[in-house]
């Protein structure tokens, strides 16, 4: 991983037109390709992105931005969208490169994996019709925890947290945007899925278009088949 801190200028264009005026970020190219700026604030969550597969390149700076104090210009193209972010380097703070290595993913505890067990198992739970393709799909930033099928046949993903709250919903929220630029998956629902949803990321899911399920543990367990296991 490659971590540049830096007076940096970005905009993003494609799908979407957005500009990040001049200031001190983190800029984070990974392994896999994606590039993301974040700042000091704002938790996890970068202020812009390019997930992969995308290539960056350095590109030549013009008189109009040597003028501006731009000494350096990255351009981030996705491979298979007109989606481009061009960042502008004012200043370089820092430049480091880390090989992190393999990481073996988030293990969850032992009740937010088991729902994700349950859920699997009584996928009907989300709605008649509802099929299971599989658990843990892995996309370029990380897994959702189950890609179903509709009664439709459309894509559905699920994130499923122990308690709901803002955190999951911006999760989910990411995984989704990703997920609908494949033309095999899109459109894809997004379902938040929780033993509790906080009111204020039932309100963000469902201004996402998100649907909130919430599961009864209790009674998910009570539904298992005991002559399926062995103790």
Known sequence: MRVVIARCAARYSGRLAAHLPLATRAIM???DGSV??????GSY?????MSPPCTLRTAVVDETAAERGVVELWVVQHDKTDDRLEIELHEVLSD???ELGSDPGLIKDGVEAHLQELLAEQIALLGDGHTLIRREYMTAIGPVDILAR???GA?????IKRRGEIDGV???TRYLELMNRDPLLAPV???FAAQEIKPQARVLAEDRGIRCVVLDYEAMRGAEDPTTRLF
């Open 29 to 31: 190219v990974k392994a």
């Open 36 to 41: 993301l700026l974040h700042s000091d604030g």
């Open 45 to 49: 969550k970068p202020l812009n992105w």
């Open 96 to 98: 480091t490169e880390h």
């Open 150 to 152: 509709d009664s439709s």
């Open 155 to 159: 894509s559905v993903a699920v994130e």
């Open 170 to 172: 911006e999760q989910l």
């Open 189 to 191: 629902q997004g379902v």
